[in-house]
Nanobody, 125 residues
Framework: QVQLVESGGGLVQSGGSLRLSCAASGGTVITYAMGWFRQAPGKEREFVARIRWSGGATDYADSVKGRFTISRDNAKNTVYLQMNSLKPEDTAVYYC??????????????????WGQGTQVTVSA
């Protein structure tokens, strides 16, 4: 069982930056990929980014391309989400996730196996 713990959320002004961290623990934590989703009030959870543990290939949602960067530190079993040029519409609870299996449906939250508790990111105008 993989446990995921997020940190790094907070309140930031529009145009600012935050870096989220997700520490994985609990046995064999090097799965196929790690990812980030987010859920704004009244909206469905949406895909933000993912990274493969092996090779480090990444994918991003169009809404964050060029502003967010996902990275990993294999030695620390930790994944990061660097968020720059933040906008009020980025306000959401951000969730870290992990999966054992490759999937072309990685935008779908049902394709992921483990989830963290989430960390709140609030961007003020």
């Amino acid at each position: 069982q993989v446990q995921l713990v997020e940190s790094g959320g907070g309140l930031v002004q529009s145009g600012g930056s935050l870096r989220l961290s997700c520490a994985a623990s609990g046995g064999t934590v090097i799965t196929y990929a790690m990812g980030w989703f987010r859920q704004a009030p009244g909206k469905e959870r949406e895909f933000v980014a993912r990274i493969r543990w092996s090779g480090g290939a990444t994918d991003y949602a169009d809404s964050v391309k060029g502003r967010f960067t996902i990275s990993r530190d294999n030695a620390k079993n930790t994944v990061y989400l660097q968020m720059n040029s933040l906008k009020p519409e980025d306000t959401a609870v951000y969730y870290c996730t992990s999966t054992w299996y490759p999937s072309s449906s990685y935008h779908d939250e049902t394709s992921w196996d483990y989830w963290g508790q989430g960390t709140q990111v609030t961007v003020s105008a």
